[in-house]
């Protein structure tokens, strides 16, 4: 790369020793932004899933589901919101709050496990007016984990 096409941040890790992984850990800071956008926006579709199944059940007069769902509504944006401003995976610099390479990887080993629980959500989104119970249950288990990750977060 020549001189003129690095970056401010890339000619000093060229410049001060010990910094060259400076780099390395920005981008994973990066993609741990990007896997929190990705996640957030499938459980936003979840959720205008369940919105959908609620304008079904009101169509078929199934009345009795629509406090549920309603709940799991609230809980799925509760859930993207949680993960689209959850703290991302690298501090920088200069932060205050500093945490490792084996945290980082514990953190991202957890992230897999979100991704498996918005999987579930997906599935039981399929079955629209089954909803309510299946898809509480995978957005309890969801909010566990996200509870988790902040925990591990915080050890960090």
């Known amino acids: 790369m020549l001189r003129s096409e690095k970056n401010f941040l890339e000619r000093i890790a060229d410049i001060i020793p010990g910094l060259a992984g400076y780099r390395a850990r920005e981008d994973r800071r990066t993609t741990d932004k990007r896997l929190r956008e990705y996640l957030a926006?499938?459980?936003?579709?979840?959720?205008?899933?369940?919105?959908?199944?609620?304008?079904?059940?009101?169509?078929?007069?199934?009345?009795?589901?629509?406090?549920?769902?309603?709940?799991?509504?609230?809980?799925?944006?509760?859930?993207?919101?949680?993960?689209?401003?959850?703290?991302?995976?690298?501090?920088?610099?200069?932060?205050?709050?500093?945490?490792?390479?084996?945290?980082?990887?514990?953190?991202?080993?957890?992230?897999?496990?979100?991704?498996?629980?918005?999987?579930?959500?997906?599935?039981?989104?399929?079955?629209?007016?089954?909803?309510s119970r299946s898809g509480m249950n995978a957005v309890v288990a969801l909010e566990g984990l996200l509870a988790e990750r902040r925990n591990l977060w915080e050890k960090g």
């Open 41 to 131: 926006a499938r459980l936003d579709r979840v959720r205008d899933q369940v919105e959908s199944a609620k304008l079904q059940a009101t169509n078929a007069g199934q009345l009795a589901v629509l406090n549920d769902l309603g709940l799991l509504h609230r809980k799925l944006q509760g859930a993207a919101d949680s993960v689209r401003f959850a703290s991302y995976g690298y501090t920088g610099l200069f932060d205050q709050v500093k945490i490792g390479d084996a945290e980082l990887e514990a953190l991202y080993a957890h992230d897999l496990k979100i991704l498996e629980a918005v999987e579930a959500l997906e599935s039981a989104a399929a079955d629209a007016l089954g909803l």
